[in-house]
């Protein structure tokens, strides 16, 4: 292709475009014509930063890698979020340099800016300081509390249908990753970081100088990358590519403080004299003036929805007010940097509301609500019974109101699963709603819901977040804390039991104390713990992803594992108090 395709200045940048778009880059009556177009910024390739020996490998994958070479080997920024991609990745490397890999920087702990670490380098290549690894200090807590325990088979639900990986890509499907072409992931890896940025850290790798900078935003762990020599600003995810940052994703995650995102722009980013920003995801820009407008734009935005959110609440406006009223000025619509493409100014002032003031409304009707199943069959029993309610909801489908369709057979699914003409009513009613938006979250939400409803879904496409080679490298104490989320109450209810875990290839150990339906887990086993066995890592692997008692079982039987106080009947007793992990599919969307 022809033509400037970065952003910002007309000079200073080249790109040569190599491959296909992996994003539905047609016009069609069920894709918004804006969509099509942000899927035509993804055309694959090499961005070469003029006269710097910086590139960014680009649209190959949800995250674009950042290369730099130095005097005697590489620097690469944010692997993508599989090996295979990230091999694809290294084939337009291999065309720039054949320099070995010196150094990769980890930007924060999600899974597009880390899994694909070894299509480039090996845990050998690591261990043997052939390569360091470079992450904020929390990096590898946020890895394990957010994949490995607590919400993990939610989130991982919720991220299929927020992302669109249940969907095929077309006019009917998914587009776009919103941030990038697509987000299909096959093989994740991880090794864990060696080298730890605290608040700041300056070094030098391959005779290039860089500073990390601890940017809280996107993530908490966020941390961009300044190459003062080169003038040349990495800005992670602080900068989230070419649409409205994702101040709240509506797959779930932990408050996002908006306030904390654009103080990080104004401290660690606009005061550097950039003439170059490469995001992690979006294209780069050119151009200092350019560079500092976009800064400026994104803080810009981000005070402004925060600000007037904040603003209209203390005029006792309630989240569903705010998402009509709270809408971005002109001038900030019109960013190329704002669109609504991923991030939306609609479900980011709900969450500033959450977030600020928790979930009441401050009406006491709100504090101790019916059940919503009882509530929609009073409902439905006041608007007359089931058929009534469908007849009018196919009505409103009729003539284009889809919204109020979905809410009308909301009920009727609500109160009974199995109605199927409700059921597909819904579906077809959220289809509709699905082909109108340009945001590739909302857009993913209501297709994969609506193919929940109408039984099309497949299943088979379901991402594996518990990798092998990724689970590996997790922790083994924090996975068996991990079981707190497990335990069930009713189970355990009268126990009152201590196992000792010891790992004999690591020397750690760790108490697990059940008290009557709560597990506190302890770094020390007590010498009058009940049971007390001796495992290895990649046993309590097995237990954790697989069969807890059975798993452990398998590994007495051949002598990989120990019981050394109690019996093996004990064990089996502790660890039925725990529920098994259930490959069933979450139903999202006839509750």
């Given at each position: ?7 910002g200045?007309?000079e200073?940048i ?11 880059t ?42 730099v ?6 620097i ?6 599989d090996v ?5 990745q ?8 054949d320099l070995p890999?010196?150094a ?6 999600h899974t597009?800016h880390?899994?694909?670490v ?9 261990d ?20 490995a ?6 989130l991982t639900?919720?991220?299929e ?11 009917e499907?998914?587009?776009n990753?919103?941030l990038?072409p ?16 605290d ?6 790798v ?6 990390h900078?601890?940017?809280p935003?996107e993530?908490?762990d ?6 003062p020599d ?7 995810e602080?900068?989230q590519?070419e649409?409205?940052?994702n101040?709240?994703?509506i797959?779930g995650?932990r408050?996002?403080d ?8 104004d401290q ?8 170059f920003?490469?995001?992690?995801h979006?294209r780069?820009?050119?151009?200092r ?7 400026r ?20 406006h309630?989240p569903?007010?705010?998402a009509?009223e ?6 900030l ?6 669109g609504d493409?991923y991030?939306?100014?609609p479900?980011?002032?709900r969450q500033?509301?959450?977030g ?8 006491p ?5 019916l059940?919503p199943r ?5 409902y439905?029993?006041l ?5 009534t309610?469908l007849?009018?909801?196919?009505t409103a489908?009729g003539?284009?109101?889809?919204q109020w ?7 009727l ?6 109605d199927?003409?409700?059921r597909?009513?819904k579906?077809?009613a ?5 082909y ?12 994969t819901a609506?193919?929940?409803l ?8 379901k ?6 080679d990724?689970?590996a490298?997790?922790?083994?104490p924090?996975l068996l804390?991990?079981?707190?989320v497990?335990i069930?109450?009713d189970r ?6 201590v196992?000792?875990?010891r790992l004999?290839d690591?020397?750690?150990e ?10 506190e887990?302890v ?13 290895t890592?990649?046993i ?5 992803y697989?069969?807890l ?10 002598g990989q594992?120990a ?12 660890l ?14 006839d509750?």
């Open positions: 292709m022809s033509g400037k395709y970065w952003l200045a007309d200073g080249t790109f040569t475009f190599l491959g296909e778009n992996s994003a539905y047609e016009y069609a009556p069920t894709v918004p014509r804006a969509m099509s177009d942000h899927s035509r910024t993804m055309n694959p390739g090499v961005f070469e930063i003029q006269g710097k020996q910086v590139y960014q490998i680009y649209g190959y994958a949800l995250s674009a890698l950042t290369l070479v130095g005097t005697d080997g590489l690469l920024i944010d692997p993508p979020e295979e991609k990230g091999r694809r290294l084939e337009e490397i291999r065309k720039i340099s890999v010196k990769i920087v980890y930007s924060h702990w597009d880390y899994a694909g070894k299509a480039f380098v090996s845990q050998e290549q690591v043997t300081g052939e390569c360091v690894i470079i992450a904020h200090r929390d990096f590898m807590d946020n890895v394990v509390s957010n994949n325990s607590g919400t993990g088979p939610l639900a919720r991220v249908y927020s992302l669109g990986s249940l969907l095929e890509t077309g006019p499907g998914r587009v990753g919103g990038g697509d987000f299909v992931m096959r093989t994740l890896s991880l090794i864990a970081p060696t080298v730890l940025v608040d700041q850290l300056e070094h030098t391959a005779g290039v100088r860089m500073v900078s601890w940017a935003s993530a908490i966020e941390v961009i990358t300044w190459f080169l003038g040349v600003l990495q800005s992670a602080v900068i590519g649409s409205f940052p101040l709240h994703t797959r995650s408050y996002r908006p306030q904390q995102w654009f103080k990080s722009i660690h980013l606009r005061p550097l004299p950039a003439d920003m490469i995001p992690s979006g780069p820009v050119a151009g003036a350019e560079v500092a407008r976009v800064l734009d994104y803080r810009d935005a981000i005070s402004f929805v925060y600000d007037q959110t904040l603003r209209r609440m203390n005029q006792g309630l569903d007010d705010l009509a709270v809408t971005l000025p002109a001038h619509a019109a960013s190329e940097w704002l493409f991030g939306g100014v479900h980011s002032v500033v509301y959450a600020e003031m928790g979930w009441f409304d401050s009406d009707t709100s504090l101790n609500p059940h009882e509530s929609s069959r009073r439905i029993d608007m007359g019974g089931r058929d309610v007849a009018t909801a196919r489908a003539t284009g109101d889809h369709a979905a809410e009308l057979a909301r009920h699914v609500r109160v009974d699963t199995t199927t003409d409700a597909l009513v579906a077809d959220l289809r509709q709603i699905g109108t938006t340009p945001n590739s979250n909302w857009r993913n939400y209501y297709l609506a193919r929940e109408d039984g099309t879904i497949d299943y088979s496409l991402l594996n977040l518990d990798a092998p990724q689970i490298a997790l922790p083994a924090a804390e991990g079981l707190r497990r069930d109450p355990a209810a009268d126990a009152v039991r196992l000792g875990v004999t690591s020397g750690q760790i108490a697990l104390h059940v008290r009557r339906g709560v597990l887990a770094a020390a086993i007590p010498d009058d713990a009940d049971t007390v066995i001796e495992v890592h990649p309590v692997l097995a237990m954790a697989r069969d008692y059975g798993a452990f079982a398998k590994a007495v039987e051949a594992a019981v050394t106080t109690g019996t093996l009947q004990d064990v089996e007793t502790f039925s108090y725990f529920d098994a992990l259930d490959p069933t599919p979450l139903r999202l969307s509750r």
